[in-house]
Each structure stands twice: as structure tokens, then as C-alpha cells.
């Protein structure tokens, strides 16, 4: 957009307008810490501008941290601006890929709670799991999960989750992680015997282990039927970039 038709546009806005698009000019120009992984495959210098300023531009009106919809959006407008084709999965209920970049099917998720760790990860809704109601035994639990979680890494190629971190009252910071699907793999090497009894809320859990010893702990969650997954190292992932941008202060109630 060049700076006349901006002008032009800005001429036909009412007051409340000109005061939001004000303050969207003031937040695109604040000063950010910014890092990003000489090394990734992902994020460049374009991708990491683009995405900066969607961040920037968010917070600008809103204290509320990305949620999964926002990254989506995001991050597929990030890759484009770098040149790369990227679309997102037509279905809002298609459980595997949220978006395609140069052919690469990848997974999105988001982590923004309060008790966020900065050592590890979790991934809160790995995937739905209405069949857990049907378990009873660990046995079940075992041969219902592996080969349905299996199944589902299949439906892409790559998983990265998007974290943000408060710092102090006016500062958020976002990290944008790749957890490896060769660990998630490691479900495979699962027994009957890694899973615990059913619990009250009618699920189980189970320590996923690699040749290093814990992966990361699987949770089938009976009482909202879903699986998470917790206590992934951050160590054993990589860190693609991060952003720490300004936000409006939280609202004390």
C-alpha cells in the first residue's frame, strides 16, 4: 500500500477510527526484542517482520494473549509474506493439519496459561478422544490410544506451538517452538503396563519414554475426552524465534 492511498483511506474514517488506526501506527513503531534461529527453516527476516507486527498490531487494542485461531491466521500470512504458499485446512474440525506451507502440512498449537513453564511443555488438546468412555483396564487404555494416536501424527509433518509469557504488566513475550514428531513417535514403545488404572473421571496417563529415559508424560483426559500431553523438555525442541512486544496493562479487577 503506498503512503497516498493510506492517506486517501484515512480521509474517509470517522473520529473513533482515526484514534484506533492512531494507535496502531504508535504500537507498529515501538521498539521490540526480537531473536531469531539462524538455523530455522522457517522463520527469515521477512517472516519474523510480518508475524512481529501482527503481534504488534493485536496488542495494540487487546491484553488477551493469541489464541490458536489468531496463530493460525498468522503464522500462514507470516509464510506468504516470505514467499512461501501457504494455505489453512478448510475444516474447522479436521483434527491433523491447520495449515500447509510449500507443501508441508503442519500442526498449530498455543500455550499462554498462567503457570506456564519456561522448562516444558504442554500441549492441552492434543487431540479429541471420545473412545477413552469405552476403556476400563489399562490393556484397553493401551490399545485404543497407540494406534489412534499414531494415526493422527500421520495427518501431518511438523507441530509447532506458540507460547506467551507476561512480563511484568506491560510486556508480552512469544515463543514460537517445534516439538520434534520424532519424539512423539516414542508413543509407539507404549505397554499396557506404562498405564496407570482408571482414574474417577474415567481416564489414565502413561510416561512416554525415549533412549534418553522420559520423553514426556501422555494424559487421556476422561472427563473432557481428550488427550494432552505435559512435561515436554523445551531443551529437546527448537526454539524458531520469539518476540517480546508492548501490551495495554491487564484490567484489575
Request: glycine letters at 6%; aromatic letters at 8%; proline letters at 4%.
Amino acid at each position: 500500500m503506498t503512503l497516498e492511498r493510506l492517506l486517501a483511506q484515512a480521509q474517509r474514517l470517522d473520529g473513533a477510527q482515526l484514534e484506533m488506526l492512531g494507535e496502531m501506527a504508535d504500537a507498529l513503531q515501538q521498539p521490540c526484542d526480537v531473536r531469531v534461529d539462524p538455523f530455522s527453516d522457517l522463520v527469515n527476516g521477512a517472516f519474523s517482520d510480518y508475524f512481529l507486527n501482527r503481534l504488534k498490531i493485536h496488542h495494540a487494542t487487546s491484553e488477551e494473549k493469541f489464541k490458536k485461531a489468531s496463530f493460525e491466521y498468522a503464522f500462514i500470512a507470516a509464510a506468504r509474506y516470505a514467499g512461501a504458499s501457504a494455505s489453512k485446512t478448510k475444516s474447522q474440525t479436521f483434527q491433523g493439519a491447520d495449515a500447509t506451507v510449500d507443501g508441508v502440512r503442519w500442526s498449530l498449537k498455543t500455550e499462554a496459561s498462567a503457570k506456564i513453564s519456561k522448562t516444558t511443555i504442554v500441549v492441552s488438546k492434543f487431540s479429541e478422544a471420545r473412545w477413552i468412555r469405552d476403556c476400563e483396564t489399562p490393556g484397553d487404555f493401551m490399545r485404543e490410544c497407540v494406534p489412534r494416536f499414531l494415526s493422527h501424527l500421520d495427518e501431518y509433518d511438523r507441530i509447532a506451538t506458540l507460547r506467551a509469557f507476561s512480563v511484568g504488566r506491560e510486556l508480552v513475550r512469544y515463543e514460537l517452538i517445534e516439538i520434534p514428531k520424532s519424539l512423539l513417535l516414542c508413543v509407539a514403545n507404549l505397554t499396557e503396563w506404562d498405564f496407570t488404572p482408571r482414574t474417577r473421571n474415567g481416564g489414565s496417563s502413561a510416561l512416554v519414554r525415549d533412549s534418553g529415559g522420559t520423553a514426556f508424560r501422555l494424559v487421556l483426559d476422561g472427563s473432557v475426552e481428550k488427550v494432552t500431553l505435559s512435561r515436554i523438555p523445551v531443551q529437546n525442541c527448537q526454539s524458531h524465534a520469539s518476540w517480546t512486544v508492548p501490551t495495554i496493562p491487564e484490567t484489575e479487577e
